[in-house]
Nanobody, 122 residues
Framework: QAQLVQSGGGSVQAGGSLIVSCSAP????????MSWHRQPPGKEERELLA????????TYEPSIKDRAVISRDTTKKLLYLQLTDLKSEDTAMYYC???????????????WGQGTQVTVLS
C-alpha cells in the first residue's frame, strides 16, 4: 500500500509551469521532513530539488531555486512543487519523499511516492 500518493505532472510546453502534489497520511506528514526529487531519463540517481522540514524551514537546490516553490497544506496533508519557466532539462520522473532527517523524531522510515512523469515539450 502506497504511503505517499502523487498527482499532477504530464506534458507541458517549454516556458510553461506545472504543479505536482503529494498526499501523505497524518503520521508521515506531521512528523517527517518532506522533499521533492527527480530522476531524468537515462540517469540512475535521483536529484534533490527542495526540502521542507517539520517546522516549515525550506531549502532549495541552487540551480532550481529561482523557478521552484515547495509548499504544503497542513490541513489537507498535501505537499506541492511548482515549477515555472520549464526547460527541456526539467523532463524527468518526479518523486516526493518523506524522511526522518529533518523530522520531529517520530518519523519511522523513509517513504517515496510512486513518481510522476513530467515531459517538457519544445
Amino acid at each position: 500500500q502506497a504511503q505517499l500518493v502523487q498527482s499532477g505532472g504530464g506534458s507541458v510546453q517549454a516556458g510553461g509551469s506545472l504543479i505536482v502534489s503529494c498526499s501523505a497520511p497524518d503520521y508521515i506528514f506531521d512528523n517527517c521532513a518532506m522533499s521533492w526529487h527527480r530522476q531524468p531519463p537515462g540517469k540512475e540517481e535521483r536529484e534533490l530539488l527542495a526540502t521542507i522540514i517539520y517546522d516549515g524551514f525550506i531549502t532549495y537546490e541552487p540551480s532550481i531555486k529561482d523557478r521552484a516553490v515547495i509548499s504544503r497544506d497542513t490541513t489537507k496533508k498535501l505537499l506541492y512543487l511548482q515549477l515555472t519557466d520549464l526547460k527541456s532539462e526539467d523532463t524527468a520522473m518526479y518523486y516526493c519523499m518523506a524522511d526522518p532527517v529533518g523530522g520531529k523524531g517520530y518519523c519511522a522510515s523513509t517513504y517515496w511516492g510512486q513518481g510522476t512523469q513530467v515531459t517538457v515539450l519544445s
